[in-house]
């Protein structure tokens, strides 16, 4: 009906048609403004209705004899019209009445005075008086808004009802030769410029009609832009930016309101090992079915709930005590659990899908950031984990397995690298033209003393909040010198860099002091950096990024798309590469997700940056890189992260280095 409309209205603007008889076009002109036009026509009568009533001073002074008849006239006219439109105005009737009303009132109010009026002795002053009568003719064509055929007839009854006039009043035939062609004048003259003006309205119409249409398409397109934004792709519920947005107003309602709210992480335990058995296509059913079973059970909790990560979920909802937290935590493990999702490749004597959960309640404790209480919902996670998964587990200060586990782990990274309890291993990058290994991309591993692994996503904040990232970063960088590029194993190597590196004072040197040390030069080395939820783009950031790219090293964006990787970044550095994350890629099942990667890897190649995908893990993801033109990939399908002596041989001689890295 919308398309229709718009292809009518088109077609009448482009051909310059103004034909009233559409019927589409003619409802929609007819109801157009009616509030305004109704308004507008009960002011317009009573404005005429007044100056009527006035034109009995004129005539006391010219038509004295019968002035007392003529005055009557006017009022007796002018009262019964005038209480008629109130009627009308009051009881909301059709704009057509009220014109119609209008126009009667033109007719009856120059009628009822013309008729007393002809009986006056005084002929010639009366044939000069006469000429008024054009007024209500005018006013049907020109002081009223009325459409062009009430026009023409009531203009055309007063044109009338002179002429009738004329051949009673005694007059030469010079008097009525000279009226009678005023007075046609008149008519001819006010209709045509009344027809104009209706076509000039119908066209602001039309315009505006159009201009209204364009208007909400642009509306509703610019709103289903907003959902997509902020949407997840694959289980339509709020996607990590929708819930980061989320996550703010709660903590402002806190700070400044005292308004109380839990965080509730959500892991679909071993999906991974659920993926592999069963196929991307039935894990992402999964997730689907995981995802709409959450929404219901907390719908009653009225918390909302998005999706935060590949199988991590989170639930946010405003609440005063922490007893009501653990029920709605475990209200959502046993709603998975009924679930019954088969599951056969779990180790831990289930044989269904479960959730682990984490659960971080505000408290005066908490912190001045936000971060603060998704990293202590975080930790909880971590600990349902440990202690079996399929649990519930809250944040609790006073547990000292919960509670300062950062701290151990911040004790455990002051010896890390003298207790050798830090390594690297290597993640194959791939030319996707040529099929050669390109790069590798340095990832850091720490075990705890009992062998124990520690993952990147625990040790990297607590490194990186307690300064120890500096110390590791410069480990790092030299271990990659020593292990891969010295012997020219690969060409290229990737190192994270945080934005705290890039913040301190002197790490352009002390990377240039290790290249000096190591005898390797810059362009083998890029950096990935990263932007954090709590970075912002500094001076000194910039001044240190332009001192390594002196250094001939390369500066790739990491992570480009998932909220933290903003357009500002590109804008300020001149990237070589710039890494999509791998969920995009993952979003290529559906068609939405497929053109959302075109529209990112276009606005990249706009800036002229070399592309890199990550999270290739299937032969078709692989195609599918080929085909959008896509410079570099890397992923389980390309190899997994391997040590260095994965690496000895000289990977460049193999076409498909794929194939030996995953065998290794």
């Given at each position: ?5 718009a ?20 409802d929609?002109?007819r ?5 305004e ?23 006391l002074?010219?038509?004295p ?12 006219v ?19 009445w009220l014109d ?17 009026a002809?009986?006056t002795?005084q ?9 008024f ?32 006039a ?31 003006l ?55 309602d ?13 892991d ?9 058995c ?38 946010l ?20 659990e ?14 269904i899908v ?13 912190g ?15 600990l349902?984990?440990?202690s ?5 587990r809250l ?36 030319n ?6 390109e790069?590798?991309?340095a ?8 062998g ?8 990297i ?18 271990t990659?010198c ?12 990737s190192?994270?860099v ?20 190591t ?9 990935e ?12 950031i ?6 390594l ?5 390369r500066?790739?964006?990491?992570d ?59 032969e ?9 033109g ?9 190899g ?11 990977p ?13």
């Amino acid at each position: 009906m919308t398309n229709a409309l718009a292809n009518l209205i088109d077609a009448d603007l482009s051909e310059k048609r103004r034909d009233l008889s559409r019927q589409e076009l003619r409802d929609l002109y007819r109801v157009d403004g009616a509030a305004e036009r109704k308004q507008a026509a009960r002011q317009g009568l009573w404005i005429a209705g007044l100056v009527y009533l006035l034109f009995s001073i004129t005539d006391l002074i010219l038509i004295p004899d019968v002035a007392a008849y003529t005055i009557a006239a006017r009022f007796a006219v002018g009262v019964v019209m005038l209480t008629l439109i109130e009627l009308l105005f009051r009881y909301d009737a059709r704009i057509e009445w009220l014109d119609g009303t209008c126009a009667v009132g033109l007719i009856i109010g120059y009628a009822g005075w013309l008729y007393p009026a002809m009986m006056t002795q005084q002929i010639q002053t009366f044939s000069y008086y006469m000429v008024f009568g054009a007024i209500f003719m005018m006013g049907a064509n020109l002081f009223f808004s009325f459409r062009f055929r009430l026009s023409v007839i009531s203009s055309g009854i007063v044109l009338a009802t002179f002429f009738l006039a004329l051949h009673f009043f005694p007059a030469s035939g010079t008097y009525r030769l000279v009226f009678g062609t005023f007075y046609i004048s008149c008519f001819t003259f006010t209709s045509y410029v009344n027809w104009k003006l209706n076509v000039e309205r119908y066209n602001v119409f039309l315009n505006a009609l159009e201009a209204r249409n364009q208007h909400k398409e642009a509306t509703e397109r610019g709103k289903a832009l907003l959902r997509l934004s902020r949407t997840d792709p694959l289980t339509g519920l709020e996607n990590r930016r929708a819930v980061d947005e989320r996550l703010r107003d709660y903590w402002s309602d806190w700070q400044l309101l005292g308004s109380s709210f839990v965080a509730i992480l959500i892991d679909v335990d071993f999906f991974k090992k659920f993926n592999d058995c069963y196929g991307h296509q039935e894990g992402d059913r999964c997730l689907v079915q995981v995802a709409d079973a959450l929404s219901a059970t907390i719908k009653k909790h009225n918390a909302s709930i998005g999706r935060y990560g590949g199988e991590e979920f989170i639930v946010l909802a405003r609440m005063e005590r922490k007893e009501q937290v653990a029920l709605l935590a475990e209200a959502i493990r046993r709603t998975v659990e009924n679930l019954a999702i088969v599951h056969e490749q779990r180790r831990d004597g289930m044989s269904i899908v479960t959730v682990s959960i984490g659960a971080a309640f505000t408290r005066s404790q908490t912190g001045p950031k936000l971060e603060k209480i998704i990293h202590e919902a975080d930790r909880a996670l971590y600990l349902a984990k440990a202690s079996g998964r399929n649990c519930v587990r809250l944040f609790d200060p006073s547990d000292p397995q919960s509670s300062d586990e950062s701290e151990n782990i911040a004790a455990l990274l002051k010896i890390a690298i003298n207790q050798d309890l830090v390594s690297m291993v290597y993640q194959p990058i791939q030319n996707v033209d040529t099929g050669r290994l390109e790069a590798v991309e340095a990832l850091m591993r720490l075990r705890m003393l009992d062998g124990t692994s520690v993952p990147p996503s625990l040790f990297i904040p607590v490194a990186e909040r307690t300064g120890a990232i500096l110390e590791l970063g410069r480990w790092a960088i030299r271990t990659v010198c020593h292990e891969l590029i010295l012997d020219n194993h690969v060409s290229l190597v990737s190192v994270n860099v945080s934005p705290i590196q890039l913040r301190t004072p002197g790490f352009a040197t002390s990377v240039a002091a290790i290249l000096t040390e190591t005898g390797v030069t810059g362009n083998r080395l890029a950096f990935e950096i990263t932007e954090g939820l709590e970075m912002e783009m500094h001076s000194d950031i910039l001044r240190c990024i332009s001192d390594l790219k002196l250094l001939g090293i390369r500066i790739w964006l990491d992570d480009f798309g998932t909220g933290f990787a903003g357009l500002s970044w590109l804008r300020l550095i001149d990237f070589d590469t710039v890494k999509i994350d791998r969920s995009f890629l993952h979003d290529c099942r559906s068609s939405r997700g497929r053109a959302m990667l075109k529209d990112i890897i276009g606005l990249i190649r706009n800036r002229g940056h070399k592309i890199l995908v990550e999270g290739v893990e299937t032969e078709e993801q692989l195609l599918l890189m080929r085909e959008f033109g896509i410079d570099k990939i890397q992923g389980y399908h390309i190899g997994r992260p391997a040590p260095a002596d994965s690496f000895q041989t000289n990977p460049s001689a193999y076409k498909r280095p794929v194939r030996v890295l995953r065998s290794a």
